[in-house]
């Protein structure tokens, strides 16, 4: 059974820096997308960072969070984490990590990010 943990994050203040990380169990994903999502009370979720299957060369951000934020991912240890730098209120939200191969998605459960003025 395939199980996605995200933690990481926590309140901080606006310029502050986080690490968010998400952990798979359950099988191997080199070949799955990896990204994060987030979603702020009332709005949808968006998409925020991505990275592209195996070596992870292809990266995608959102306009909201280029230049601020990192994704990186480690195919050994099943693993893909968003360096969050320069954190704006606007960021408050909660975070889901996810993986996706052709037709085959697994979220996890999200992790609050809070951030104060």
């Known amino acids: 059974q395939v199980q996605l943990v995200d933690s990481g994050g926590g309140m901080v203040q606006a310029g502050d820096s986080l690490r968010l990380s998400c952990s798979a169990s359950g099988g191997t994903f080199s070949r799955y997308t990896m990204g994060w999502f987030r979603q702020a009370p009332g709005k949808e979720r968006e998409l925020v960072a991505a990275i592209s299957w195996g070596r992870g060369t292809s990266k995608y951000y959102s306009d909201s969070v280029k230049g601020r934020f990192t994704i990186s991912r480690d195919n050994a240890q099943n693993t893909v984490e968003l360096q969050m730098s320069g954190l704006k209120p606007e960021d408050t939200a909660i975070y889901y990590c996810?993986?996706?191969?052709?037709?085959?998605?697994?979220w996890g459960r999200g992790t609050q990010v809070t951030v104060s003025s």
């Open positions: 996810y993986f996706r191969y052709r037709n085959t998605a697994y």
